[in-house]
C-alpha cells in the first residue's frame, strides 16, 4: 500500500481479554515504531523495530504488552489481560531508516482505538 | 518518558497571524522533527533539522534550533485556519535510534 496501515481502526474489549493490534508498514521502511496516545495527551513510546529485531523496549508498560516483527514487515502488537487503563489510541509510525547517520522522517498510519469496558 | 516539552500547550490567534511553538528537550540529539496531528489519529511530518543546522525553511514554516539551549521554535507565518491542529516536536536521540515526542501545543487558528 502507499502508507501504513493499522488495523482494526476501533476496537473495544472486556477487561481481561488479550487483544493484537497490527500495522503493515510502508514496503521497505526498515525501522517501525509503536506508539501510545490518551486523549489529548503527546505521544508515549512503546517500542521501536531495526529489521525484525526490538534494540529498545524499554517503552513498554508492562509485561502484559508484547510486539513482534516478521519478514521485516508487519508488526503486531500484542496486549494480555487488558486493563481500563490500557484504553488509548496506539499509532504505529515507519521510516526508511533511523541510523543515527541518516534518520528520516517517520510515517504514521491513522491508529488504532482501543477502548477497554 | 517523554523528552520535549512544547511551550504552550496551547495557542489561539485571529488568521493571517504568525503562529510560533517552541520545544525544550533534555538529553543531546541528532535531529529534531516536527509534526501535525488533527483530529487525534495519524501525525504528518513537516520539518526536520539536524543538529549541526540552525534554521531551516519550508513554504511558511521555519524551524530553528538552538543544541546549546536544547530548545527548538516553529514558526508558521501568515497562518490559515486549516493550520489548526496539534503540533508536536520529535528527537532523535544521540546514541539511540528512537523518536521521542513531547506533549504537543494546540493551536486554533479563528477566522
Known amino acids: 500500500g502507499a502508507g501504513v496501515s493499522q488495523s482494526p481502526s476501533n476496537k473495544v474489549t472486556e477487561k481481561g481479554k488479550d487483544v493484537e493490534l497490527r500495522c503493515d508498514p510502508i514496503?521497505?521502511?526498515?525501522?517501525l515504531y509503536w506508539y501510545r496516545q490518551s486523549l489529548g495527551q503527546g505521544l508515549e513510546f512503546l517500542i521501536y523495530?531495526?529489521?525484525?529485531?526490538?534494540?529498545?523496549k524499554s517503552g513498554l508498560p508492562s509485561d502484559r504488552f508484547s510486539a513482534e516483527r516478521t519478514g521485516g514487515s508487519v508488526s503486531t502488537l500484542t496486549i494480555q489481560r487488558t486493563q481500563q487503563e490500557d484504553s488509548a489510541v496506539y499509532l504505529c509510525a515507519s521510516s526508511l531508516s533511523n541510523s543515527e547517520e541518516f534518520m528520516t522522517e517517520a510515517f504514521f498510519g491513522q491508529g488504532t482505538r482501543l477502548t477497554v469496558v | 518518558s517523554q523528552q520535549g516539552e512544547e511551550d504552550p500547550q496551547a495557542l489561539s490567534i485571529q488568521e493571517g497571524e504568525n503562529a510560533t511553538m517552541n520545544c525544550s528537550y533534555k538529553?543531546?540529539?541528532?535531529?529534531l522533527q516536527w509534526y501535525r496531528q488533527n483530529s487525534g489519529r495519524g501525525l504528518v511530518h513537516l520539518i526536520l533539522i539536524r543538529s549541526n543546522e540552525r534554521e531551516k525553511h519550508s513554504g511558511r514554516l521555519r524551524v530553528t534550533l538552538d543544541t546549546s539551549k536544547k530548545s527548538s521554535s516553529l514558526l508558521i507565518t501568515a497562518s490559515r485556519a486549516a493550520d489548526t491542529a496539534s503540533y508536536f516536536c520529535?528527537?532523535?536521540?544521540?546514541?539511540?535510534?528512537?523518536?521521542?515526542f513531547g506533549q504537543g501545543t494546540r493551536l486554533t487558528i479563528n477566522p
Open positions: 514496503s521497505g521502511h526498515t525501522a
Open positions: 520529535a528527537t532523535g536521540q544521540l546514541g539511540a535510534q528512537k523518536l521521542v
Open positions: 523495530f531495526q529489521g525484525n529485531s526490538a534494540p529498545d
Open positions: 538529553t543531546s540529539i541528532n535531529n
